[in-house]
């Protein structure tokens, strides 16, 4: 990841330096290298770069300089010199912490804004000057109407993770933010990759740009080790939960494809006795901070997430990114494991993959351009009882996610439907879908995320799971013995003195 270009030759301004310095950088990643150089020249820039190559200092350094060296004698309230529009609110918030972070010796201020939260807050904190401006597209909006943010003073625009917002039909919302912005600014616009509909924004946005690319197009995270285990959908939960508990994994990253199967899977993973929490667009703000919050912290080494909700969470080294189920869109999967590795740290990323998703892998093999190794299914994992309805809830949804996402990823924003104050596992099925950011998770809203109500396991009587004393402990017990001589699982109702207390995890 390193370059032979030193920050010094990229000649920022002292205070920057020192919060470089700070943050313990010692050379510029490639993205910074190529990116720093062409922003401070002033022109407009097209860069390809996935989270985790450092591009978030790539376009905030140079801004940062830029405003340095320009400062302005009257600062009004409420309208920003440089605007950065990103896809997500958890990508607004880890944006404006870098900015923050990179500007701690300056006085420049920044502030965030996005949906899914009380509007009065940032209502108030518009009243003070504000030099750059994280925003979500949607509550901006709200706030030009209100005239509580006038963007007629914005003379950097960044559009980051411009392929997301895409993604999650901001394009109008974009071209209506465009229209408040004065022509005369400068335009630098971030994306994974570089699409047709990417390359249709582009010539809308910028002018002129220089190009810059650190990945050749949908290049896999290059010191990511990724390995597939082929198992069983209806077992992967009483799988993923063995594979953590044996493997003393204290920061993983799990993906699963709906809401549902995340609040299930954390669940399951408390009452096996590890820490777990689930973070996706059902829950509210608060909620999600706060599991961020203690993940990174290590006071929860398990989060399970959606993808959107998942997008953009910059964890140092994040060491460990688990797939419970394959994207349907191969490219996600990319995104899903540049959790991982980042910034040059190596890292892992383990996909359990069922018959059914062989579709899927092989869709990711081909834009990832290599075959993922795969190992047999892990063993020694206890079985947990089927599910009241016969059929595990994720297999059944899996069923239904076909050819679903894309469509509703463009859908128009639901008026009003305050998705993200939505009972996490109670309201199901289509005419839940999310106002998009404010929740940032729209593309994973319906359908998929809509088992039949009541379809959790119970933890009646001759369940593996409730040996014990139900949460924790006995659980956990449940999970670590037993290992069966093949993949098969074994029941915790077995007699547990028969079963060695360490079992091989693999059959390697
Ligand atoms: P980003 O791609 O902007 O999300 O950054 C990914 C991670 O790389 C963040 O955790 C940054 O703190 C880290 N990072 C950014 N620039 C550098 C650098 N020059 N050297 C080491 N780490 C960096």
Not at 163 to 183: C, S, T, Y
């Amino acid at each position: 990841m390193s370059t032979s270009i030193t920050f010094a030759d990229l000649g920022l301004a002292d205070p920057l330096m020192r919060a470089i310095a700070d943050a313990g950088y010692t050379t510029p990643t490639p993205i910074q290298a190529q990116a720093i150089p062409r922003v401070l020249a002033g022109g407009d820039l097209l860069a390809a770069a996935q989270t985790g190559t450092g591009k978030t200092a790539g376009f905030t350094l140079p801004i940062l300089h830029m405003l340095l060296a320009k400062p302005l004698e009257v600062r009004k309230a409420g309208r920003p010199r440089v605007l950065i529009l990103t896809p997500t609110r958890e990508l607004t918030a880890q944006v404006e912490e870098s900015v923050k972070t990179y500007g701690a010796h300056t006085k420049i201020s920044s502030m965030v804004i996005f949906g899914g939260v009380n509007i009065n807050p940032q209502i108030s904190a518009l009243r003070k000057p504000v030099d750059i401006l994280v925003a979500t597209p949607g509550r901006l909006l709200d706030h030009c109407q209100q005239r509580t943010v006038d963007l007629s003073g914005v003379e950097i625009l960044v559009l980051d993770e411009a392929d997301r917002m895409l993604d999650m039909g901001f394009i109008r919302d974009i071209r209506k933010i465009l229209a408040l912005m004065p022509r005369q600014r400068q335009n630098l616009l971030f994306s994974a990759t570089f699409s047709d509909e990417i390359r249709e924004l582009s010539k809308s946005v910028l002018t002129n740009a220089s190009e810059v690319s650190v990945a050749a197009r949908n290049t896999t995270a290059e010191r990511v080790d990724q390995t597939v285990y082929m198992v069983d959908q209806a077992h992967k939960r009483d799988i993923l939960s063995h594979i953590i508990s044996e493997s003393g994994w204290h920061q993983v990253l799990v993906f699963t494809r709906t809401k549902h199967g995340a609040n299930r899977l954390a669940e399951k993973l408390v009452k096996d006795g590890l820490s777990a929490s689930a973070i996706h667009g059902n829950k509210s703000q608060a909620a999600r901070t706060r599991a961020l919050d203690d993940f990174k912290k290590g006071k929860v080494a398990v989060l399970v997430a959606t993808d959107i909700a998942a997008r953009g969470l910059d964890i140092d080294q994040l060491p460990q990114v688990v797939n419970f189920e394959l994207p349907n869109i191969p490219e996600d999967y990319v995104h899903r494991i540049g959790r991982t590795g980042r910034a040059g740290a190596a890292g892992s990323a383990i996909s359990l993959v069922d018959s059914s998703e062989i579709k899927y892998l092989k869709a990711i093999e081909r834009i990832i351009k290599k075959t993922i190794p795969q190992l047999p299914a892990p063993t020694g994992w206890t079985a947990s009882p089927p599910s009241p309805h016969g059929a595990d809830d994720e297999a059944r949804a899996e069923g239904r996610r076909d050819g679903q996402r894309r469509p509703q990823q463009r859908s128009a924003r639901p008026s009003g439907s305050g998705a993200g104050a939505r009972p996490a596992r109670s309201g199901q099925g289509p005419s839940s879908a999310p106002r998009r950011d404010s929740q940032g998770d729209s593309r994973s809203a319906p359908r998929r995320d809509a088992p039949a109500a009541g379809a959790r396991a119970p933890h009646g009587a001759g369940g593996a799971v409730r040996t014990g004393t139900g949460m924790g402990a006995g659980a956990r017990t449940g999970s670590r013995t037993g290992a069966p001589s093949s993949s098969a699982p074994r029941s915790a109702s077995g007699d547990p003195a028969n079963r060695p207390r360490r079992p091989a995890l693999f059959n390697k």
